[in-house]
């Protein structure tokens, strides 16, 4: 009994939020347009977001100025933008409500996701591996997209990264555009398919973290002019709006360039989804659009101990916040299936 009751109150011990606060007022604000240009999709169209506060963003209807087909598609009209050739801002700006938009653009699945890429988070989890990758295979969402309930349901705040061009090789890296991202996990399948005899992130990850609904991304597109920026962002999560994840990208073990270069070296490897398997790469290379998540840090709901007690994990109701700096922010309620 000593022994039992030893393991309960363990396990409660070490499944304490790292963070103990409130969440309070956001200003999100957008990146200096001399380092970095934002773009958002509207209803309207496609927008360059020149400021955002509170509930709205303002800026330009860009598909006003250059038509429907130039600006379809985000990734094609910002490869072939002259920054000269964008409006006055002092010329038509217009408030666009955070209701009114949508996902910017249309990303390429599969993707492809950093794990234990945050010493913080490594230590959480007791891992001794280094950071390792493996397909994320849920289609990317919206920022208030609803995520299906599941028992052991898990958060993870992470900046999403993606190529403005085809990538065929990790010696020759394009410019990679910025969103915002939440990546789900059932960690309840995550560890019945782990299998500790194989390399981690070969078994569990495809399934416990590629169910529909476990990527909902951002309504603000970055468009960087520096191949650094994205270790700028400060990154926060929230649960019912209490601070559950705070983390600075510039603390990021590997760098975009590693994720690359890794991506490459493991593109042959089979990962195991069910009684499935799954390719890192199934096309060889990695599309332009393709999301790499870069990891997450500490603060996550799983640690080893706690796996049997649903009580600790995201319940049917719950809100989960993820903010970034210049980023925007998401709003995902968990809900049961079919409501």
């Known amino acids: 009994l000593v022994l039992v009751l030893s393991f309960l109150v363990f396990s409660w011990w070490v499944s304490r939020p790292v963070f103990d606060e409130a969440r309070g007022a956001f200003s999100p604000g957008i990146a200096d347009p001399e380092t970095a240009l934002t773009f958002a999709r509207a209803r309207q169209g496609l927008v360059w977001v020149i400021a955002h506060e509170g509930d709205a963003v303002s800026g330009i209807n860009l598909t006003r100025v250059f038509g429907e087909e130039a600006t379809a598609d985000l990734i094609r009209f910002s490869n072939g933008l002259d920054v000269t050739s964008l409006p006055d801002p002092d010329m038509g700006v217009e408030s666009f409500p955070l209701t009114d938009l949508l996902t910017p653009l249309e990303y390429t699945y599969p993707h492809i996701a950093a794990g234990t890429n945050f010493k913080e988070h490594a230590e959480e989890v007791y891992s001794d591996d280094p950071p390792f990758l493996f397909p994320k295979l849920a289609q990317a969402g919206g920022w208030r997209d609803q ?64 169910q529909p609904g476990y990527l909902p991304t951002g309504y603000l597109v970055v468009i960087p002019r520096s191949p650094d920026f994205y270790l700028s962002p400060i990154i926060s999560l929230y649960v019912n709006d209490r601070l559950r994840q705070r983390f600075a990208m510039r603390d990021v073990i590997l760098k975009i360039e590693d994720i690359v270069s890794q991506a490459f070296e493991k593109r042959d490897l089979q990962y195991q989804k069910g009684a499935e398997t799954v390719a890192l790469m199934p096309h060889a290379h990695i599309p332009s659009g393709t999301l790499i998540l870069t990891g997450t840090a500490a603060g996550v709901i799983f640690k080893p101990l706690n796996i049997w007690n649903q009580s600790l994990y995201l319940q049917p109701g719950d809100v989960v916040r993820t903010e970034g700096t210049g980023l925007g922010h998401l709003e995902n309620t968990v809900v049961r299936k079919g409501e």
């Open 147 to 210: 995520v299906p309930f599941t028992a052991r349901l898990d958060y993870e705040a992470e900046l999403c990264l993606f190529p403005l061009s085809d990538i065929y090789s990790p010696d020759d890296l394009p410019e990679f555009g910025l969103v915002l991202c939440n990546d789900f996990t059932d960690r309840w399948t995550l560890v019945k398919e782990l299998k500790l005899s194989q390399a981690l992130g070969l078994t569990g990850f495809a399934s416990g973290k590629g």
